[in-house]
């Protein structure tokens, strides 16, 4: 059975400065369904998600596949599709999690902080100013 992170940020916050990882799936509350990258590294919402590790960064988390830890998740800017890609830049693909409710959080880019993890067409995950709350499950 998967446990649910009951104090996700705490968790996080534990490993300290140094840089550590801890595995999740990122579910949508409303759909019930989980991130996960499709054939092209687009991220979108499936039935069965995929397992994201958060790696403590500079500013925040990266967030990276657990499939292909070498690819992370990366902004290319308002209304685009959020995408798994290498090491281009530390600042797109810096995140962090803000609390909104017991157990969701948004997922805050910490380069520009208008900007949050949302649900876009066809299921796709892209990067807006709407702040859409997530549930991250410890794997």
Not at 85 to 100: A, D, H, K, R, T
Not at 101 to 125: C, P, R, W, Y
Request: with cysteine.
């Amino acid at each position: 059975m998967h446990r649910l992170c009951t104090d996700f940020i705490s968790t996080l916050l534990a490993v300290g400065s140094s840089q550590q990882q801890k595995t999740y799936t990122i579910r949508d509350p409303k759909s019930k369904l989980y991130w996960a990258a499709d054939k092209t590294n687009h991220i979108g919402l499936q039935v069965t998600g995929a397992k994201w590790i958060l790696t403590t960064a500079p500013g925040g988390f990266t967030i990276s596949s657990s499939n292909n830890p070498d690819l992370y998740v990366i902004y290319k800017g308002n209304g685009n599709l959020l995408t798994l890609e290498g090491n281009i830049s530390q600042l797109n693909q810096e995140w962090i999690f803000v609390p909104s409710k017991t157990n969701e959080h948004a997922i805050q880019l910490v380069q520009h902080s208008n900007q949050f993890a949302n649900i876009g067409n066809n299921g796709f995950i892209i990067a807006s100013t709407k702040q859409l709350e997530w549930i991250f499950e410890e794997k």
